[in-house]
């Protein structure tokens, strides 16, 4: 007969080992629940003593999906971290502005059970980092209202005019059939309509950001930029492919100075303008950045907007059967959208690829539209 007396004593340290687990595990969830308190404090003193912040950016980046790639040097590495750094380095050296980011991260969880935060949130002003917080994003849905919450909690003198920027860096979003862009939630759905969604609980129907730069493939497009225009005077965006999905970030550097005559058209073609020769340095794929002015192009999204719909009907049925049947082309190709306006309000600075099929394609619309593949 096993002696029970034993039993117990032998039992006690695996009780110990699991009451440990648990006790860990406990303290790793409730320390993700919470903000970084050196960093709190630090508010607190900033408060009292804030200069004023005539410039503000939001930075989101995408970071839950495939954005590993080698560089020259055959180096891996991650071009949401890239994007990450560069958001940061602006944040640091712009003394008269807030810089809110937020670094979307893949879904994680501690022993299988317990979930840990997926967002990461960094709020700085006037140069100095005020918040660092984990948080959740949206489980339920694709849009921003987590970030935008943030947003409004720390956001500064919310009746002061100033010139607001907002920042997405992340693949190509989709005009339709958008399920499996965040590799954590493979069945949700995520795309420019939803994005517009997210973009208004920023803007809660009161005021339009005065630059709105999409890092993604294929953002100039009419739907995207018509659906998109409600929420931005100017947009930026690449009507092509590009490359990592981003932009250089150096010209926001110094906003103060940069935009201290407050002609928010011309900093808009300066940031396009050195973003394109950055990227043309070190690309020999085709380059595109463009400028859309988003009043001014309002009677060709117009003029186009029945054609464009129609196309997207019927390629969400078409998508269904395979995405082999259809490709990205310039508006240009297709003779329904040349029309005398399709050139208003946009500023295209373009080079094409050195080499493949499109090398000698010496001009783009700054419209990117969809075909059928001819069989």
Known sequence: ?????????????????????????????????????????VTRQ?????????????CVIHGDGD????DTAGQESKADYDALAGAEMIALQNPHAEVFIFHQLPRRHFLFFFPLHNGEFYYYRNGRLIANESYRRDQEQSNFGSEAALYHRFRMDKQRKMANLFFYCGHEIPEFNGAGYDASYPDRSFTVQDFASGLKEFTRDSERFDIMILSTCFGGTPYTVGTLGSFARFIIASPENLHLSYFDLRSLKRLDLSMQDGDISAFAKRFAHHAFDRLTCDLQ???????????SVQEFLQSVHG???????????????????????????LPAYVLPTM???????????RFGRLKNKQSHSGWECWRNIEP
Do not use: W
């Not at 009292?48 to 950016?57: C, F, R």
């Open 307 to 333: 054609v464009y719909s129609d196309t997207l009907s019927a390629l969400k049925g078409e998508i269904q059967t395979s995405t082999a049947v259809i490709e990205h082309c310039d508006c240009a190709d």
């Open 67 to 70: 954005y590993f790639y080698h």
């Open 343 to 353: 050139n208003e309000g946009v500023d295209l600075f373009y080079r094409p690829a």
């Open 285 to 295: 794929t085709a380059v595109s950045v463009a400028v859309y002015d988003v009043d």
């Open 1 to 41: 007969m096993r002696n029970q007396h034993n039993l117990f004593f032998m039992s006690a340290p695996y009780s110990m080992l699991l009451m440990s687990i648990y006790c860990l595990a406990l303290s790793m969830l409730l320390s993700s629940c919470s903000a970084d308190l050196s960093v709190q404090h």
């Open 46 to 58: 900033a408060e009292e003593g804030a200069l004023a912040v005539p410039y503000s950016i939001v």
